[in-house]
Nanobody, 118 residues
């Protein structure tokens, strides 16, 4: 059984920063590609960022480039999303997800709310 638990969300003013964390249970964390997604009220879930199993490759949606940084610590079974210069349009529930090298994201966390006030 694989469980993903996000934390670090909250209320922040525009221009502020938050760091989200996602802890993954199990012994195969280093096998997973990890991703962050978000879903704003009334909208579909959208990709935010992803990181390869080694951390050597990262990918970002245009909305977060230059502001968001994804990282991982395989020794701690944890992936992070550092979010700087937050905007009200970043308000959403943020989810972490895991997949193997090929295939769709298979495991999902329960989400953490991020609210950015103007």
């Amino acid at each position: 059984q694989v469980e993903l638990v996000e934390s670090g969300g909250g209320l922040v003013q525009a221009g502020g920063s938050l760091r989200l964390s996602c802890v993954v249970s199990g012994r195969t964390f280093s096998s997973y590609v990890m991703g962050w997604f978000r879903q704003a009220p009334g909208k579909g879930r959208e990709f935010v960022a992803a990181i390869s199993w080694s951390g050597g490759s990262t990918y970002y949606a245009d909305s977060g480039k230059g502001r968001f940084t994804i990282s991982r610590d395989n020794a701690k079974n944890t992936t992070y999303l550092q979010m700087n210069s937050l905007k009200p349009e970043d308000t959403a529930v943020y989810y972490c997800a895991a997949r193997y090298l090929s295939g769709e994201y298979r495991y999902w966390g329960q989400g953490t709310q991020v609210t950015v006030s103007s």
